[in-house]
């Protein structure tokens, strides 16, 4: 199993910046993929970007070249660098966590952290 916390949410003026962390702790020993999806009021959640133990990335394209997500795997946390915000990035992001892997086995799960609110406003 894996615990996931999140940090890093707030009210940010349109054009600001805010980075979001997800540190993830458990008995795993790495995890294969990480990422961050996003609610907004009145629609689905949608994924804004991942990143693979690799380092592979993929981001919607909403926010490709605003964004940046990396990872520090010796930590077991993501970011997630959020640059140039608009009102329209206003949601509740979430941290994802796909893939823990074990001696013996891989959780195959995927898991949600609980939550941090971004407001982006005048």
């Known amino acids: 199993q894996v615990q996931l916390v999140e940090s890093g949410g707030g009210l940010v003026q349109p054009g600001g910046s805010l980075r979001l962390s997800c540190a993830a702790s458990?008995?795993?020993?790495?995890?294969?993929?990480m990422g961050w999806y996003r609610q907004a009021p009145g629609k689905q959640r949608e994924l804004v970007a991942t990143?693979?133990?690799?380092?592979?990335?993929n981001y919607a394209d909403s926010v490709k070249g605003r964004f940046t997500i990396s990872r520090v795997n010796a930590k077991n946390t993501v970011y997630l660098q959020m640059n140039s915000l608009k009102p329209e990035d206003t949601a509740v992001y979430y941290c994802?966590?796909?893939?823990?892997?074990?001696?013996?086995?891989?959780?195959?799960?995927?898991?949600w952290g609980q939550g941090t609110q971004v407001t982006v406003s005048s």
């Open positions: 994802n966590v796909d893939g823990l892997q074990y001696s013996f086995w891989t959780d195959s799960r995927a898991y």
């Open positions: 458990g008995r795993f020993l790495s995890i294969n993929d």
């Open positions: 990143i693979t133990s690799g380092g592979s990335t």
